[in-house]
């Protein structure tokens, strides 16, 4: 969901044309990147990765906002909660007195 759509800037500016539509989404872009560069981003997005690990599972979007499923091609499903991420590094470690992470071919949703 973005800050804001253009259905929304063109009925708080009470606009009904669609004559400047384009514009108007250039500058709802332009705002929206000028408030994530400031603040970082704002808008979560769910990104899905298949990557192969073992020990740790090196993620490629930061910061990692939560963990939503971690399944191995052979081990199966793995339960988030026995499971920590470290939100800057994006990288997902077992905690301790879990099972740590077996080799795997492993795809993880997550929020970013």
Same mark, same amino acid.
């Given at each position: 969901? *973005?800050?804001?759509?253009?259905?929304?800037?063109?009925? $708080?500016?009470?606009? /009904? $044309?669609?004559?400047?539509?384009?514009?108007?989404?250039?500058?709802?872009? =332009?705002?929206?990147? *000028?408030?994530?560069?400031?603040?970082?981003?704002?808008?979560?997005?769910?990104?899905?990765?298949?990557?192969?690990?073992?020990?740790?599972?090196?993620? =490629?979007?930061?910061?990692?906002?939560?963990?939503?499923?971690? /399944?191995?091609?052979? /081990? =199966?499903?793995?339960?988030?909660?026995?499971?920590?991420?470290?939100? *800057?590094?994006?990288?997902?470690?077992?905690?301790?007195?879990?099972? $740590?992470? *077996?080799?795997?071919?492993?795809?993880?949703?997550?929020?970013?």
């Amino acid at each position: 969901m *973005a800050l804001l759509s253009l259905p929304e800037a063109k009925a $708080a500016l009470n606009i /009904t $044309a669609s004559t400047y539509d384009a514009e108007l989404q250039d500058y709802i872009d =332009g705002a929206i990147a *000028a408030v994530e560069f400031v603040c970082g981003g704002v808008v979560s997005t769910a990104t899905t990765e298949v990557v192969r690990a073992v020990g740790a599972i090196p993620l =490629g979007t930061t910061p990692v906002i939560s963990l939503t499923s971690v /399944t191995g091609d052979l /081990t =199966g499903a793995r339960d988030v909660t026995e499971l920590r991420v470290n939100t *800057a590094s994006g990288v997902v470690r077992a905690k301790a007195n879990y099972p $740590a992470i *077996a080799e795997d071919t492993y795809t993880v949703v997550y929020a970013s």
